[in-house]
Nanobody, 122 residues
Framework: QVQLVESGGGLVQAGGSLRLSCAAS????????MGWFRQAPGKEREFVTT????????YYADSVKGRFTISRDNAKNTVYLQMNSLKPEDTAVYYC???????????????WGQGTQVTVSS
């Protein structure tokens, strides 16, 4: 069992930056790949980025490539999402999730956090 708690969301102007954190409980965090997904109002949840257990492999959605960076600290049981050059279209609830594989496929993620709101004003 893994419990995930996101933090760091908020309101930011376009062009600004935010860093999201996702703290995990349990001693098996380092065995999981971690992903970030987001859901904008009226839209389906979509993949943002994922990182494998060691941090050596990452994948990004085209919409965030070059602007967002995922990282993890296994000693702190935490995964991060650094978001730069934010755009109004990045406004969404951001969720972290844990999976056995670093994948873009949502149903592969077994554990989910409650989400944190990110709002980017124009």
């Amino acid at each position: 069992q893994v419990q995930l708690v996101e933090s760091g969301g908020g309101l930011v102007q376009a062009g600004g930056s935010l860093r999201l954190s996702c703290a995990a409980s349990g001693r098996t965090f380092s065995s999981y790949a971690m992903g970030w997904f987001r859901q904008a109002p009226g839209k389906e949840r979509e993949f943002v980025t994922t990182i494998n257990w060691s941090g050596g492999t990452t994948y990004y959605a085209d919409s965030v490539k070059g602007r967002f960076t995922i990282s993890r600290d296994n000693a702190k049981n935490t995964v991060y999402l650094q978001m730069n050059s934010l755009k109004p279209e990045d406004t969404a609830v951001y969720y972290c999730a844990a999976s056995s594989l670093a994948t873009m496929i949502e149903f592969a993620y077994r554990y989910w956090g409650q989400g944190t709101q990110v709002t980017v004003s124009s």
